[in-house]
Structures are given as structure tokens and as C-alpha cells.
């Protein structure tokens, strides 16, 4: 198998664009570092189960995934954003 970008996973029924992938992104809350390269330190050790997560979302055939899921390729097929407050105004109670 040759590792191949996303949209172009075999057995894709819909395919999606890129522009799509990024209309309604996955959030996930860290730990507070103080500086962006804390936190990439942190994001480094943590990156391959939230890798998997989201290659599952889209495509539940492991076998059609790439087989060498370096923290690189994590940076390169997401788009990294860090925000240092979340906000919940929603009513009741918190589930986590």
C-alpha cells in the first residue's frame, strides 16, 4: 500500500475537500503551557492516538491508512491552532 493524502483514501464513497475538513474541526483541550513550544512538546508525546481518532472519522479501514504517522505528517495533514481560553454557555450539567 502506498501512503496516500486523505482525500484520495480507497474506498472513499463521498469524496471531501480540504475546505470541507476544515469547516468543523475536531477541539481538544491540553493542559495550559505557557508558551506555544510547551505545548508542542506536550502535543508531541499525545499526537498518535488523536491521529488515529481522526483517520478513523473518516475512514474505519486501518489498513488504508498511512503507515508511518510521524508527528510531521500529523502537522502537515492538520491545521494547528492554539486558543488559551474555552468558553460553555450552554445550560446543565458538564459531561465529560
Known amino acids: 500500500m502506498m501512503d496516500v493524502p486523505i482525500p484520495t483514501l480507497p474506498g472513499t464513497v463521498d469524496p471531501v475537500s480540504i475546505d470541507e475538513l476544515q469547516t468543523d474541526c475536531t477541539a481538544i483541550l491540553l493542559p495550559h503551557f505557557d508558551t506555544e513550544e510547551e505545548t508542542i ?22 489498513k488504508a491508512w498511512p503507515r508511518k504517522r510521524t508527528f510531521r505528517l500529523f502537522q502537515e495533514w492538520f491545521k494547528l491552532e492554539f486558543h488559551t481560553e474555552v468558553s460553555d454557555f450552554g445550560k446543565g450539567p458538564y459531561y465529560h
Open 41 to 62: 512538546t506536550y502535543l508531541k508525546k499525545i499526537f498518535s492516538p488523536i491521529f488515529q481518532y481522526e483517520l478513523y472519522g473518516w475512514h474505519t479501514d486501518e
